[in-house]
T-cell receptor
Framework: GQNIDQPTEMTATEGAIVQINCTYQTSGFNGLFWYQQHAGEAPTFLSYNVLDGLEEKGRFSSFLSRSKGYSYLLLKELQMKDSASYLCAVRALNDYKLSFGAGTTVTVRA | ETGVTQTPRHLVMGMTNKKSLKCEQHLGHNAMYWYKQSAKKPLELMFVYNFKEQTENNSVPSRFSPECPNSSHLFLHLHTLQPEDSALYLC??????????????FGSGTQLSVL
């Protein structure tokens, strides 16, 4: 399996920027996903990276460095509704299954 | 609304009870999954069905029994559970498990408490 690490909690102010880091160790890499999960709700897909670089989608961006086993999710212009848990998940080569990190709970304060 | 519906949302059961969790997807997907989510722990994959065939049983105890009668419905039958089985059980679906960039669509889960 993969060893996936991400911080447990982060707090930021409305309008600010927060960067959630995710590091992974895998014998073969075949894609990294970020999901958002509000309390009591379903996780929802945010982004997918398989090549190195930055993928931007509005206020959210995701970065991947395969050589470093590292990704981050960047949330800009934070809004109160961004308070949620953010899950990093990795797919290994020749395996369709996703391995998830424990999630990072982001709290946005006014 | 993700197109994946789970019932019930909450379930409290004793260790001697038998209950079932239900999942239905309205997305026309061919793969369905059961995950277990415990507080502060990573999501654990339990079972996978692709085109109604079970393709993964991730060393799950036999007190959990999945059933997939068709590509749209997935059940998890529970019997003689233990208190440590208390968790959020999430159902997910995807178009086809073999596609590399395949994203999962999750239901809101069933919060299970075993007394």
């Amino acid at each position: 399996g993969q060893n996936i690490d991400q911080p447990t909690e982060m707090t930021a102010t409305e309008g600010a920027i927060v960067q959630i880091n995710c590091t992974y160790q895998t014998s073969g890499f075949n894609g990294l996903f970020w999901y958002q999960q509000h309390a009591g709700e379903a996780p929802t897909f945010l982004s997918y990276n398989v090549l190195d670089g930055l993928e931007e989608k509005g206020r959210f961006s995701s970065f991947l460095s395969r050589s470093k086993g590292y990704s981050y999710l960047l949330l800009k212009e934070l809004q109160m509704k961004d308070s949620a848990s953010y899950l990093c998940a990795v797919r290994a080569l020749n395996d369709y299954k996703l391995s998830f990190g424990a999630g990072t709970t982001v709290t946005v304060r006014a | 609304e993700t197109g994946v519906t789970q019932t019930p949302r909450h379930l409290v059961m004793g260790m001697t009870n038998k209950k079932s969790l239900k999942c239905e997807q309205h997305l026309g997907h061919n793969a369905m999954y059961w995950y277990k989510q415990s507080a502060k722990k990573p999501l654990e994959l339990m079972f996978v069905y692709n085109f109604k065939e079970q393709t993964e049983n991730n060393s799950v105890p036999s007190r959990f029994s999945p059933e997939c009668p068709n590509s749209s419905h997935l059940f998890l039958h529970l019997h003689t559970l233990q208190p440590e089985d208390s968790a959020l059980y999430l159902c997910a679906s995807s178009q086809d498990k073999r596609v590399e960039d395949e994203k999962l669509f999750f239901g809101s889960g069933t919060q299970l408490s075993v007394l």
